[in-house]
């Protein structure tokens, strides 16, 4: 698989925009990586600086404290993790400088949220947005970078943007496990049910798709190259959110890897409200993925239809 060669994090200096730029660091160590660190300052927050000196100096004041922060990181992080890194700090809208900034890199790093005080700064609203603009990947840094990621787990709809994800995640499991998951839309049952059939036939209808599931995961596996004998392959019943975090919890995955249709996340299986539910509720880090240039959408109701 094609490594990294470059990557863009963006920290407000808040333990979670720091958290981020450590893990970048990482995956720079991991890859060879050329590492940058990004900073925004936003008008609003200079003004306030403003407010004290002449606007000049408030803005070269605020923009040179920025810079020395930056400074200070970049020095603790190329010894630490023994990676190349330059900084630079921005002033204007946070989504609109990382989305212009980010487009010479291959990955985005963000960090989960920032100051309360001032939410918009990087992360926050940002990372919801830019998960969203972005059409590259994005990783959304959630825990601290205490070492590789070492169980990753991909949750597929068996469409170009979830291959895209499969393919992205066999980058990053670099020493752990790579699972794959499927949530079968179970939607069918019910009407089994309520013409009363017999329980043992809907058993064995789902464990039929069950079955089925699994055998496009590792089909799907192959077509990006992957051994799928050396995966681990889970397929279940269920919302497609709840159950992914529930297989998250099962594997003990430290990173979901999860595809994206245009500018929506995953299509009909994170849509929405629900690819925010997804990035609030998870305790892992999260890498979303957008299909591939050039490849058209597929549609979301067969995504999630059963095998």
């Not at 923009?63 to 630490?80: N, P």
Request: charge should be positive; charged fraction near 25%.
């Amino acid at each position: 698989m094609k490594s990294f060669t470059s990557l863009l994090a963006a920290t407000d200096f808040s333990i979670d925009g720091n958290n981020a730029v450590r893990r970048a660091a990482l995956l720079a160590h991991e890859h060879g990586a050329y590492l940058k660190i990004a900073h925004v300052l936003e008008p609003a927050v200079c003004k306030l600086v403003r407010d004290w000196f002449t606007p000049a100096i408030g803005a070269d004041l605020e923009a040179a404290q920025a810079r020395e922060t930056l400074r200070c990181l970049a020095m603790e992080i190329a010894g630490r993790y023994d990676v190349e890194v330059a900084v630079e700090v921005m002033v204007g809208d946070p989504l609109e400088n990382l989305l212009l900034a980010s487009q010479e890199f291959d990955l985005l790093v963000l960090g989960r949220r920032g100051h309360r005080r001032f939410p918009r700064l990087i992360v926050g609203r940002t990372v919801d947005r830019a998960t969203r603009l972005r059409r590259g990947p994005v990783l959304v840094v959630k825990t601290p970078a205490e070492g590789p990621y070492r169980q990753v787990l991909v949750p597929v709809d068996f469409t170009v943007s979830s291959d895209a994800a499969l393919g992205l995640a066999a980058r990053v499991a670099c020493i752990g496990g790579l699972h794959v998951f499927h949530a079968i839309n179970s939607h069918g049952v019910a009407p089994l049910r309520g013409a009363d059939v017999p329980e043992d036939v809907v058993r064995a209808t789902l464990l039929r798709q069950e079955a089925g599931a699994l055998a496009r995961i590792r089909r799907a596996a192959a077509k990006v190259g992957l051994d799928s004998t050396r995966l681990g392959v889970g397929a279940a019943h269920g919302h497609p959110v709840w159950a992914t975090l529930g297989q998250a919890r099962r594997v003990s995955a430290d990173l979901i890897v999860a595809g994206k249709h245009g500018r929506s996340t995953l299509g009909d299986f994170l849509l929405g409200r629900v690819s925010r539910r997804l990035l609030a509720e998870s305790s892992c880090d999260i890498l979303l993925v957008p299909r591939p240039r050039g490849e058209r959408s597929c549609a979301g109701h067969a995504a999630m239809a059963a095998p």
